[in-house]
């Protein structure tokens, strides 16, 4: 992935405080991305912030309850999602993007085209 290859989008990544999510959330935002790191513990998520600088939003919560989930994809309409966390939300936000097919990229496909 060169460093412009995401410019413009937008990621929400959850688990974004340490290991795999970290990793990824360094990665996308070296890309170009504006991103969303989600986990439950605020102080590395800040730490990580301070790293990455303005283009990276820390929100505190946990990724599993689905009421955070859709207001997560609600306020910051992420281009794609990363998801990171030990857990998985409810299907509310994959739902959310499903019914906006212009938000998929063309390299992936949505429920409707699967075999």
Do not use: W
């Not at 409810?90 to 959310?96: F, G, I, K, S």
């Amino acid at each position: 992935m060169s460093e412009h290859d995401l410019a413009g989008t937008t990621a929400l990544v959850t688990g974004a405080s340490r290991g795999l999510g970290r990793g990824i959330a360094t990665a996308v935002h070296k890309a170009g991305a504006k991103v969303v790191g989600v986990a439950r513990h605020r102080g590395p998520l800040e730490e990580l912030g301070a790293a990455l600088g303005e283009s990276f939003t820390a929100v505190s919560v946990d990724a599993a309850d689905p009421t955070a989930a859709g207001r997560l994809i609600d306020v910051y309409n992420p281009t794609f999602l990363v998801l990171n966390a030990g857990t998985s939300p409810l299907m509310r936000p994959l739902q959310a993007l499903a019914r906006c097919p212009d938000s998929v990229p063309d390299h992936t496909t949505t429920l409707e085209e699967q075999p």
